[in-house]
Nanobody
Framework: VQLQASGGGLVQAGGSLRLSCTSSGRTFNSVTMGWFRQYPGKDRDFVGHITWSGSTYYDESVKGRFTVSRDNAKKTVYLQMNRLKPEDTAVYYC?????????????WGQGTLVTVSS
């Protein structure tokens, strides 16, 4: 499975950005899709995920500001980021699990950089 993330860029604090991640997998509608972010020199942190049934779960740091959604027909998952803060600056990655699982994530996208200026 190949995942292609896009949508990163530079935005001012308080602004919004939407990331997209398109999958080449044939079983997209049966996997959990997650978003992670990585700060320089740190491990990747979980941001949020959406299961095959549409259930979502978020890290406390983004709850109420970020929304994960999916379009199975387009094999695409989205991360809508609102009220962005400078501390949201990171490289964002999308990832996929195996079918009907919530982990582990075994397919990863290439990452897209989000920079939030103060």
């Amino acid at each position: 499975v190949q995942l292609q993330a896009s949508g990163g860029g530079l935005v001012q604090a308080g602004g919004s950005l939407r990331l997209s991640c398109t999958s080449s997998g044939r079983t997209f509608n049966s996997v959990t899709m997650g978003w992670f972010r990585q700060y320089p020199g740190k491990d990747r942190d979980f941001v949020g995920h959406i299961t095959w049934s549409g259930s979502t779960y978020y890290d406390e740091s983004v709850k109420g500001r970020f929304t994960v959604s999916r379009d199975n027909a387009k094999k695409t998952v989205y991360l809508q980021m609102n009220r962005l803060k400078p501390e949201d600056t990171a490289v964002y990655y999308c990832a996929a699990t195996g079918a009907y699982l919530t982990g582990p994530y075994n397919s990863w996208g290439q990452g897209t950089l989000v920079t939030v200026s103060s």
